[in-house]
C-alpha cells in the first residue's frame, strides 16, 4: 500500500453515508449518496464515486459527479434529494443505477457503460402494463438493493418500515396505507425496469415480528443483497438505525432468517454492551459487503457536526465463521489498513473510533440538531471540497474521551498533540479503563494552556510493546480542539 488506510478512508471534505461496494475489474467503487458538510437535508448533493485499486486501500480517487439529481424527470427543478442508491453490472455488460428520490417512493433506474461514466435516465421501475410502481396509495420504494443471479434472474430489494406510533417522516406516506411499507423484493424482466410477477414481503418489520428471531431487530431499511457461498445474505439497517444486521436464506426471494449484527457504530450489542452505554455518537447508517482478495469488509458510516445530515463512509473487516455467521465487528480508526497502524508519524483526530463526553453519548435525533453542550463532535474548517477540509473534534472538556483503534507500538516514546482553545488542564493518554470507567496505568499526561491557534503540547510516552488502543481524556476547566496527535 502507498499509505496507510484509515476511517473515515475518504478525505475529510467528502460526506459520502449509505456506500455501496464493488469490484468492477481490478477496482473496488463505492457508490453512495452524498451530504455536504453542516448540511440541512440528507443527501443534498448530486451522486459522485470513488474508486481504490484492490491492491491498495488507501488509495481513493475521486471519479466525479456520475449522475445529476435534475436528470430525474420527476426532478427538473432539483427540489428532491438522490437517497441511497445500488448499482449493478446487467446481463449486457453495462452498468445499471437504482435509486429513489427522497420521499416520492418511485424507483428509478440509470445506465451507463463504464462502472462511473455518466449515467443517463433510463426508466421508472413498472408493471408489464407500462405503469410506474409506487404511485399515491402503492407499495413505497426506498433504498434499493439490485442483484443478479448465478441463473441471471435479476432481483430488486427495497423497504422502508418506520414504527408508525413513533417515526412518521412528513408527507412520507403519500396516502399510502400502512401495508405499503416494509421490507420487498421485486423480481425484473432482462430490460432491468419491468416488474415479472408479483412483489413478496421478506423480512419481519416491528409490527409483525414475534416468534421470528428479529425480535429487537426488525428491518428498517437498507437493503443491501449478496450472494456468498451458495448462501442469500441481506443486509440491511435495523430498527435501532445504528446498526447493520443481516439475515440468511436459501434462496433470494423467501425464508430468511435473522443472522445477528453485523456492525454498530457505538459498539451496540458488542460483548454485551447497551445503548446507554455507546462508545460513538450514533445515527442511522447504511452499507453493504465486499470481498476483495480474499478479505470482506462491511461498510457503513458515521455521523458528525451534532446531527444526521453530514455523513462520512467507514468500513471494517468482516469474517465468516464456518457455519457461514458473522460475528458483530469492532469499530476501528484502521477498518481497510491491512494491519494495525504503524507507531510513528502524525494522526488527524478526526480519526477517532471512539467519542465520548463526561454524559455519554447520544442519538442525534432524525431532522433535528443537538446543541454542542458538554459534547464533543467531528467538524471542519472550510466550507467545500476546495478547501483543505481541515476536520478536528470540536469542544472536548473534561471527561470527554477520543479513543483511536489500534496500533502496532515497538519503539514509540514520545506523544504530541495539536490543539486550540480557551482549556487549561491535562490531557491524559491511556490504552485501557475499568469497567467503573477509572483509568489504569496511563502513559502519559500532557498539560495544555489556552490558546488562539494551534498549537504543540509534548510528553514521554511509557508503553508497552504490543497492539492496543490509544484513547486520550482531559483533566481541567474550559475546552478545546483537537485536531491531530504525532507518535514518534
Not at 441511497?84 to 445506465?111: C, S, T
Not at 487549561?424 to 489504569?440: A, L, P, R, Y
Amino acid at each position: 500500500m502507498k499509505n496507510q488506510a484509515f476511517n473515515p478512508f475518504l478525505p475529510s471534505y467528502e460526506y459520502i453515508p449509505d456506500a455501496e461496494p464493488y469490484v468492477f475489474g481490478d477496482r473496488v467503487y463505492i457508490y453512495g449518496s452524498h451530504d455536504c458538510f453542516n448540511g440541512r437535508a440528507y443527501c443534498y448533493n448530486d451522486y459522485v464515486c470513488w474508486s481504490a485499486p484492490v491492491d491498495d486501500l488507501s488509495d481513493w480517487s475521486y471519479e466525479g459527479v456520475i449522475y445529476k439529481k435534475t436528470q430525474d424527470p420527476m426532478n427538473a427543478d432539483g427540489k428532491h434529494c438522490l437517497y441511497a442508491p445500488d448499482v449493478v453490472q446487467g446481463l449486457d455488460g453495462r452498468y445499471y443505477l437504482y435509486y429513489a428520490l427522497d420521499r416520492v417512493g418511485i424507483m428509478a433506474v440509470a445506465v451507463c457503460d463504464a462502472p462511473a461514466g455518466q449515467y443517463e435516465f433510463l426508466d421508472f421501475v413498472k408493471y408489464p402494463n407500462g405503469n410506474v410502481i409506487g404511485k399515491e396509495g402503492e407499495l413505497y420504494q426506498f433504498d434499493p438493493g439490485i442483484f443478479i443471479d448465478d441463473d441471471k434472474r435479476i432481483y430488486l430489494y427495497s423497504g422502508f418500515a418506520p414504527r408508525a406510533d413513533t417515526f412518521v417522516h412528513a408527507g412520507a406516506t403519500g396516502g399510502r396505507p400502512w401495508s405499503a411499507f416494509g421490507s420487498f423484493v421485486m423480481e425484473l424482466e432482462p430490460d432491468m425496469v419491468t416488474v415479472k410477477g408479483d412483489y413478496k414481503t421478506l423480512l419481519p418489520t416491528p409490527d409483525n415480528s414475534a416468534g421470528t428471531g428479529f425480535e429487537g431487530h426488525e428491518y428498517f431499511e437498507a437493503s443491501s443483497p449478496r450472494k456468498i457461498n451458495d448462501k442469500y445474505y441481506l443486509v440491511y439497517s435495523s430498527i435501532n438505525s445504528h446498526e447493520l444486521c443481516y439475515a440468511v436464506s436459501d434462496r433470494p426471494d423467501e425464508g430468511y432468517v435473522f443472522g445477528g449484527t453485523i456492525v454498530s457504530i457505538g459498539d451496540v450489542f458488542l460483548n454485551g454492551r447497551e445503548e446507554t452505554d455507546a462508545l460513538n455518537y450514533m445515527g442511522n447508517t447504511h452499507g453493504g459487503l465486499v470481498e476483495v482478495k480474499g478479505q470482506w469488509y462491511i461498510f457503513y458510516h458515521r455521523q458528525t457536526n451534532l446531527h444526521q445530515y453530514s455523513r462520512q463512509a467507514c468500513a471494517e473487516k468482516v469474517h465468516f465463521q464456518t457455519d457461514g455467521s458473522i460475528k458483530q465487528v469492532e469499530v476501528t480508526s484502521c477498518g481497510l489498513n491491512p494491519t494495525p497502524l504503524r507507531d510513528s508519524g502524525e494522526y488527524e483526530a478526526r480519526i477517532a473510533c471512539n467519542l465520548v463526553s463526561s454524559e455519554g453519548c447520544v442519538f442525534y435525533a432524525f431532522h433535528s440538531r443537538m446543541g454542542a453542550g458538554n459534547h464533543p463532535y467531528f467538524t471542519q474548517e472550510g466550507e467545500d471540497r476546495e478547501s483543505d477540509g481541515n476536520q478536528y473534534i470540536a469542544n472536548f472538556k473534561e471527561g470527554a474521551l477520543a479513543g483511536f483503534k489500534y496500533f502496532d507500538f515497538k519503539h514509540c516514546t514520545k506523544i504530541v498533540v495539536k490543539v486550540r482553545g480557551a482549556a487549561t488542564g491535562k490531557i491524559i493518554i491511556f490504552n485501557e479503563f475499568s469497567d467503573t470507567g477509572e483509568i489504569n496505568n496511563p502513559w502519559a499526561t500532557i498539560e495544555i494552556h489556552p490558546s488562539d491557534t494551534w498549537i504543540e503540547f509534548s510528553a514521554p510516552l511509557a508503553i508497552e510493546i504490543g497492539t492496543h488502543p490509544l484513547y486520550f481524556t482531559f483533566e481541567g476547566e474550559g475546552s478545546f480542539d483537537f485536531l491531530s496527535f504525532m507518535l514518534s
